[in-house]
């Protein structure tokens, strides 16, 4: 007999439901009970006869029940019924062991942030841009000037490729600013360096394919390619950038950052781009050209992208990380028509599309010139910083003791040193006086290369000051 419990506070249905639940699964209704009906069992409980109908609906539509017409209401026959004489405790499913992606996301982890876990007074932090109050004040303004637009259809499922106003807005700055004309079937919207490089991967390449990569270079880009099956030729970095000749002969792709090598800095000069580029139509392989720091250069003008000079093998890479923020989470892929289109399928298919809002705000804040005084104005920023640490190097005698690079472009510098540099030694023993420096073997794949790659974004002109003559002071 089902019972009430009035100093319960669960209310009346769910009580008898679990009740009724317990007595089914612990066999003492069995298969094939005839229950009471809900009109007797309502007289017998003290209850209405619509609460014993909501404990029955329950039931059936849980399956312990089944009804008919004439048969009425009974247990079902195929109730599970767990083994009496033993109690199993699950731990859950074993995890597999994957040390492929440990390893790749702790060296990813590390390049990135460098020692979290210890506090510095100043952190020349190269992955990171300068941001103030008044970004964010411009950036808020879009968002909300764009989110109060009552265009319901936004909210729908997008298009894979991107939210077509940001990808025109796109088009129009790489036109102008890059002298890349595509149209915009030819942009695909990605969620940042990393979401490219994997995209590409599965949309473009083969598991086991090689692909070549600078060495010391990007990390993402040889981690993702290695998660994914590909096998990664590591390629020497001069003081011209990806040394063309290294090129494995089987290569299905090569990664380069031509405008400012990820980890040297170095510019890769036209002969040897004209070089690259002559080596990709022969054979031929793809290019994924990611145009790393191109909008930062503080002497002369961008050269011009291998893009706009094979654009049929090159995959253009552009991100607002750098640009806008990093939290942003917004990048683009320039391309031909049919391995855009190809990248787009695999972005349906996994990932369906990204999320709108960041894409309909950055759109706003490119469209209402905020991005171009955000970029005029943080480039006399980075002049300013620029220049204080080339002077800062200049006045001690760590132009001496390590060979420097990267002057030319970019968020940050190389020291270059010895190959027998302690690189770990020297960067704790930095940290201990309050400094953090980034060690150039965290870029390295094969290359044996040491020094310090230190950027200059986040660190005002008074700290790059004091930072360089500790580093000077304690060796």
């Not at 020692?115 to 007074?121: G, L, R, V």
């Not at 920023?381 to 001496?400: F, P, S, W």
């Not at 094969?446 to 974004?457: C, E, I, M, Y």
């Amino acid at each position: 007999m089902l019972t009430i419990n009035r100093d319960d506070n669960r209310p009346i249905w769910q009580q008898l439901l679990d009740q009724a639940i317990h007595n089914i699964t612990t066999g003492k209704w069995p298969p094939g009970e005839l229950l009471i009906p809900s009109r007797e069992l309502a007289q017998l409980v003290g209850v209405s006869r619509s609460t014993i109908q909501i404990v029955y609906e329950e039931l059936y539509s849980r399956g312990y029940t089944i009804t008919s017409r004439r048969g009425g209401t009974r247990v079902s026959d195929w109730t599970y019924r767990p083994h009496a004489s033993k109690s199993i405790t699950s731990q859950g499913p074993l995890q597999p062991d994957l040390p492929a992606l440990n390893a790749t996301a702790s060296h990813l982890q590390n390049w990135l942030r460098g020692k979290e876990n210890t506090y510095a007074d100043i952190d020349f932090n190269p992955h990171e841009p300068y941001l103030d109050d008044q970004f964010h004040k411009q950036w808020r303004q879009s968002y909300i000037q764009a989110s109060s637009v009552p265009d319901l259809t936004q909210w729908a499922y997008g298009n894979a490729y991107g939210y077509e106003p940001l990808r025109e807005q796109i088009q129009s700055y790489l036109s102008l600013a890059r002298g890349i004309h595509v149209q915009i079937d030819q942009i695909l919207l990605t969620s940042g360096a990393q979401h490219s490089l994997d995209l590409i991967a599965q949309a473009l390449l083969q598991e086991g394919d090689t692909v070549s990569v600078e060495d010391p270079g990007f990390p993402a880009a040889w981690m993702a390619m290695k998660y994914r099956g590909m096998e990664v030729n590591p390629v020497p970095v001069d003081e011209h950038g990806l040394q063309v000749d290294h090129i494995d002969p089987s290569s299905k792709l090569v990664f380069v950052t031509p405008s400012h090598q990820c980890a040297t800095g170095v510019i890769m000069p036209e002969p040897r781009r004209q070089q690259l580029l002559h080596l990709a139509a022969q054979r031929p392989f793809w290019i994924i050209e990611d145009d790393y720091d191109s909008e930062f250069r503080y002497r002369g003008d961008p050269l011009p992208t291998l893009f706009s000079q094979l654009p049929q093998n090159t995959l253009y890479m552009m991100s607002f990380s750098k640009m806008v923020a990093p939290g942003v989470r917004l990048s683009a892929i320039v391309g031909p028509r049919e391995a855009i289109r190809q990248i787009a399928q695999v972005q349906q298919l996994v990932y369906r599309h990204l999320p709108i809002m960041e894409q309909v705000t950055l759109a706003h804040f490119i469209e209402h010139g905020h991005f171009m005084r955000h970029m005029r104005r943080v480039r006399n920023v980075y002049r300013r910083r620029h220049e204080a640490m080339t002077k800062a190097i200049a006045a001690t005698d760590l132009g001496q003791r390590f060979t420097l690079s990267g002057v030319e472009t970019g968020l940050h510098m190389l020291l270059e040193a010895d190959a027998c540099f302690n690189e770990e030694a020297v960067a704790n023993h930095a940290l201990q006086h309050g400094v953090r420096v980034y060690p150039l073997s965290m870029y390295c794949l094969a290359s044996n290369r040491k020094g310090w790659v230190l950027g200059f974004a986040k660190v005002d002109e008074a700290a790059i000051e004091e930072g360089i003559y500790r580093l000077a002071e304690m060796l």
